[in-house]
């Protein structure tokens, strides 16, 4: 088991940044990968970021040259700077520890970008 709280949403114009933030209460060194999802009203949750354990990350094409994921395995938090905002990356951005067997989720930061 692990409890990840998401900080950093809130609203931000268009063109604009933020950074959320995601702590673990446990070694993220022991999940194979962590990740950003998103989910937008009337929409499927999507993957909008991955590192794995080594440091690899791969994008959503959507946000591909705007978002950067990282990790500080020191200090168990995994992080995603979005640059660039449009209104479509308005949505509830979820954290997401993964390993062989288990999936665990945070509750979830509302990020809002006006136009």
């Known amino acids: 088991q692990v409890q990840l709280v998401e900080s950093g949403g809130g609203l931000a114009q268009a063109g604009g940044s933020l950074r959320l933030s995601c702590a673990a209460s446990?070694?993220?060194?022991?999940?194979?990968?962590m990740a950003w999802h998103r989910q937008a009203p009337g929409k499927q949750r999507e993957l909008v970021a991955i590192?794995?354990?080594?440091?690899?990350?791969n994008y959503a094409d959507s946000v591909k040259g705007r978002f950067t994921i990282s990790r500080d395995n020191a200090k168990n938090t995994v992080d995603l700077q979005m640059n660039s905002l449009k209104p479509d990356d308005t949505a509830v951005y979820y954290c997401?520890?993964?390993?062989?067997?288990?999936?665990?989720w945070g509750q979830g930061t509302q990020v809002t970008v006006s136009s």
């Open positions: 590192i794995n354990k080594v440091g690899s990350t």
């Open positions: 446990r070694n993220i060194f022991s999940f194979d990968a």
């Open positions: 997401n520890a993964l390993r062989v067997g288990g999936s665990y």
